[in-house]
């Protein structure tokens, strides 16, 4: 199977012995490290200059690097939730289940991750909203800015200071005040 498939909500619901064993072999990395970049956002955010992070990433890496305000969009492997009764569970009944995690009720433990054919959570797009239409400065890096409905965030943002960071080009490098084509690691790596 693609993963695009086994990372859908329809194949999850089918199959999960083998979506559970394609995310855990690919992608929970309990022992991934924040990078330069989650540092030095997190030190920003710790002096007041930056409100708040808005990822499409579900690692948790902004948060073990210390940011506090973090929207994450498609949410996260270290959340993980009953589907019966709704209890909470980290990410070690993910790794130490043998096959699908169940919960002591007997329900099924979902990952709370943005999979395929789901939507995104209305109270994490309306704290993004909120975050981008109050910025003085938006600084957007190491995305593409193709994939929607986030990327569609953007339009948003009412201020004249707006940053982006990619290696590549993007649909929205001609409304950016400063363009680098360059890695986040890069950037940050000379703050």
Do not use: W
Not at 117 to 132: H, P
Request: hydrophobic fraction near 35%.
């Amino acid at each position: 199977y693609p993963p695009e498939e086994i990372i859908s909500h329809s194949f999850y619901m089918r199959n999960p012995e083998e979506f559970f064993r394609f995310y855990k072999d690919r992608m929970l990395y309990p022992e991934a490290e924040p990078s330069t970049t989650h540092i030095k956002l997190a030190e920003l955010e710790q002096k007041g200059i930056l409100k708040g992070v808005i990822t499409q990433n579900i690692d948790g890496l902004h948060q073990k690097a210390g940011s506090r305000h973090v929207v994450e969009l498609h949410g996260s492997v270290l959340r993980n939730y009953c589907e019966k009764c709704g209890r909470f569970y980290g990410i070690d009944a993910i790794l130490n289940a043998d096959g699908v995690p169940v919960c002591e009720c007997g329900g099924r433990i979902k990952p709370d991750v943005v999979l395929y054919e789901e939507g995104l959570n209305e109270a994490d797009i309306s704290e993004a909203v909120r975050l981008i239409e109050e910025a003085d400065v938006l600084i957007v890096g190491g995305t593409s800015l193709g994939v929607y409905p986030a990327a569609g965030l953007i339009r948003y943002y009412r201020g004249h200071k707006l940053v982006l960071i990619n290696k590549t080009p993007t649909p929205f490098d001609g409304k950016a005040d400063l363009l680098i084509h360059d890695s986040l690691g890069k950037v940050f790596g000379v703050l």
